[in-house]
């Protein structure tokens, strides 16, 4: 799919800091959503993907939209079978600053997740449910779920669920390594991160 070839490669982009060529990528899938040839399935990952890269680049007005169309709401019972997108009404409400509804959403999504085994989800939810303690500066709380998130994902070798998350989570992975939450993968993910975008600049604590 031409599309997930696009994406991927905006996202990679993105990690080595270079936006141009990461928006040149983007424009090209998103020029795919006008095309015919997508089945509705393609389609709707596509938008989820565009969605997600709009709120990271900080225009969550885009992604709004998008979750309007889709009709979803943070009371709605969450069906496992469209998860990506409440993750993505997660992203937006976490990017919109409205803290306490996402963590609403996030702890009835977790225990969605959890009861039907889906562990990718879990540790995504994690993530982000760590990220909107840290928006709402519980710095202790956002630590011992992030710790969750690193036991789940650390035997998987599940590095790209924190990678993608950009500053707020190099902000909060600095945290951990102070906080010596894990005695290593901290670590390991801002080395990887480092290594991605061709840089040392990760290499010392900002």
Same mark, same amino acid.
């Given at each position: 799919?031409?599309?997930?070839?696009?994406?991927?490669?905006?996202?990679?982009?993105?990690?080595?800091?270079?936006?141009?060529?990461?928006?040149?990528?983007?424009?090209?899938?998103?020029?795919?959503?006008?095309?015919?040839?997508?089945?509705?399935?393609?389609?709707?990952?596509?938008?989820?993907?565009?969605?997600?890269?709009?709120?990271?680049?900080?225009?969550?007005?885009?992604?709004?939209?998008?979750?309007?169309?889709?009709?979803?709401?943070?009371?709605?019972?969450?069906?496992?079978? !469209?998860?990506?997108?409440? =993750? *993505?009404?997660?992203?937006?409400?976490? %990017?919109?600053? #409205?803290?306490? &509804? $996402?963590?609403?959403?996030?702890?009835?999504?977790?225990?969605?997740?959890?009861?039907?085994?889906?562990?990718?989800?879990?540790?995504?939810?994690?993530?982000?449910?760590?990220?909107?303690?840290?928006?709402?500066?519980?710095?202790?709380?956002?630590?011992?779920?992030?710790?969750?998130?690193?036991?789940?994902?650390?035997?998987?070798?599940?590095?790209?669920?924190?990678?993608?998350?950009?500053?707020?989570?190099?902000?909060?992975?600095?945290?951990?390594?102070?906080?010596?939450?894990?005695? !290593?993968?901290?670590?390991? =993910? *801002?080395?990887?991160?480092?290594?991605? %975008?061709?840089? #040392?600049?990760? &290499? $010392?604590?900002?």
């Amino acid at each position: 799919m031409l599309a997930k070839e696009y994406v991927a490669l905006a996202w990679l982009e993105r990690a080595r800091f270079d936006l141009h060529k990461a928006q040149e990528a983007l424009g090209a899938a998103e020029l795919m959503l006008s095309e015919q040839r997508l089945s509705p399935r393609r389609l709707l990952w596509l938008k989820l993907t565009l969605a997600h890269w709009w709120i990271a680049q900080g225009s969550p007005e885009k992604a709004s939209a998008l979750v309007q169309q889709l009709g979803i709401t943070i009371e709605d019972e969450i069906p496992y079978a !469209r998860g990506h997108e409440y =993750l *993505l009404l997660l992203r937006l409400l976490l %990017a919109q600053g #409205e803290y306490d &509804s $996402a963590l609403s959403l996030s702890e009835r999504f977790l225990q969605m997740a959890e009861s039907v085994n889906r562990m990718g989800q879990v540790i995504e939810i994690l993530v982000l449910q760590a990220l909107i303690f840290q928006g709402k500066r519980e710095l202790n709380q956002a630590l011992a779920v992030l710790g969750k998130a690193f036991s789940l994902a650390q035997p998987e070798g599940n590095t790209r669920v924190f990678l993608d998350e950009g500053e707020p989570m190099v902000k909060l992975l600095y945290q951990a390594k102070s906080h010596r939450i894990d005695s !290593r993968y901290p670590s390991e =993910l *801002l080395s990887a991160l480092g290594r991605v %975008a061709g840089t #040392e600049a990760l &290499s $010392a604590q900002p």
